[in-house]
């Protein structure tokens, strides 16, 4: 059976200078820490590889994400796996649980994440996370 869990968290981002600024896009590293809230009382950190490029709102971006906490209630570690590209201010983002990352209650977790930031004087970000949680082998 489907799950759903949504709340919202806070972002702390630590870039670095890009470290290849070849034509056509600028590639670098970002480290990240969340504190989610909501059905999700978790933290994470997150590890982020992306490439800017010259054209105004095209981008790419990988991400490893290992997130450490309470889901509904169950406790463990699960990793979350990002995709996501821009063109020219269109966005596509894949969040996926990666299999059998997930530990203690959390395992068998499978499941997507979406994220929503929005923009106002301060960005608010939400998460919606539908899941399952199939016992493991």
Avoid: C, W
Avoid at 47 to 54: G, N, P
Avoid at 56 to 73: D, F, H, P, T, W
Wanted: no cysteine.
């Amino acid at each position: 059976m489907t799950m759903h869990a949504a709340g919202t968290f806070e972002v702390k981002m630590t870039p670095e200078a890009p470290y290849d600024t070849a034509a056509g896009a600028a590639l670098a590293r970002v480290s990240i820490e969340k504190q989610f809230f909501g059905d999700l009382e978790a933290t994470s950190r997150v590890e982020m590889l992306s490439a800017v490029t010259e054209i105004k709102g095209s981008a790419g971006y990988v991400a490893i994400e290992r997130v450490m906490g309470r889901l509904n209630g169950r406790t463990g570690t699960f990793v979350l796996q990002h995709s996501g590209l821009m063109l020219r201010g269109k966005s596509e983002l894949t969040i996926v649980v990666v299999p059998d990352s997930a530990t203690g209650e959390l395992k068998g977790l499978a499941g997507k994440m979406t994220i929503d930031i929005v923009e106002v004087i301060d960005s608010k970000h939400f998460y919606g996370f539908d899941y399952t949680l199939d016992a493991a082998d």
